[in-house]
């Protein structure tokens, strides 16, 4: 059973254009949730998170927004750049356990078409 | 900055062999784990630590043994290995001990091939 589902394996975007990706959960104990970027070859990196007490963080050009009644939560990138393109994935903890049952998405591959 | 260290990058195991995944951090972390990515499955939790002398089981360990001897490293075995085996492997490192929600550290990853 998926409890974090990123349901669009792929996503095209032009270059300077908003890329939107979803992320959906069906634990309602999750309250803290991160982006995580990985490029070909490399081990994913942090990117952005957000505590289930806000429903909007943003760093720079990155803004995570979350929606709790909905179980749902997007990444904005504004404006999308080519060195975006990779694979996000969006993680969910619980509180109890924090990293020990960190669940994954099955991430979205980000292409930016310059 | 070594940051966190896997190695090796690639092998290619027949079916029933053993081999050790290494993963080393320079970053004094309390808290190491190993993950799995497969197509369409995302990253699964293998097994995990909290510190040296101390390791637990994740969503999907078994044919996996771990142990912590050490603070910095955190290898992963796999006894007997199986085709079901075959994946990318990424070690993970945090500051924080058990609960916390701290971002991960990974390793560049092992792609691993089981025969």
């Known amino acids: 059973d998926q409890q974090v589902k990123q349901n669009s394996p792929s996503l095209s975007v032009q270059e300077g254009r908003i890329s939107i990706l979803n992320c959906d959960y069906t634990n309602s104990m999750f309250d803290y949730f991160l982006w995580y970027k990985k490029y070909p070859a490399e081990g994913p990196t942090f990117l952005i998170s957000i505590s289930s007490i806000k429903d909007k963080n943003e760093d720079g050009r990155f803004t995570v927004f979350l929606n709790k009644s909905a179980k749902h939560l997007s990444l904005h990138i504004v404006p999308s750049q080519p060195g975006d393109s990779a694979v996000y994935f969006c993680?969910?903890?619980?509180?109890?356990?924090?990293?020990?049952?960190?669940?994954f998405g099955t991430g979205t591959r980000l292409t930016i078409i310059p | 900055n070594a940051g966190v260290t896997q190695t090796p990058k690639f092998q290619v195991l027949k079916t029933g062999q053993s081999m050790t995944l290494q993963c080393a951090q320079d970053m004094n972390h309390e808290y190491m784990s190993w993950y799995r990515q497969d197509p369409g499955m995302g990253l699964r939790l293998i097994h995990y630590?909290?510190?040296?002398?101390?390791?637990d089981q994740g969503e999907v360990p078994n044919g996996y043994n771990v142990s912590r001897s050490t603070t910095e490293d955190f290898p992963l075995r796999l006894l007997s290995a199986a085709p079901s085996q075959t994946s990318v492997y990424f070690c993970?490192?945090?500051?924080?001990?058990?609960?916390?929600?701290?971002?991960?550290?990974f390793g560049s990853g092992t792609q691993l091939s089981v025969l």
């Open positions: 993970a490192s945090s500051p924080g001990t058990a609960a916390t929600n701290e971002k991960l550290f």
């Open positions: 993680a969910a903890s619980d509180p109890n356990f924090g990293n020990e049952k960190l669940t």
């Open positions: 630590s909290v510190g040296a002398g101390i390791t």
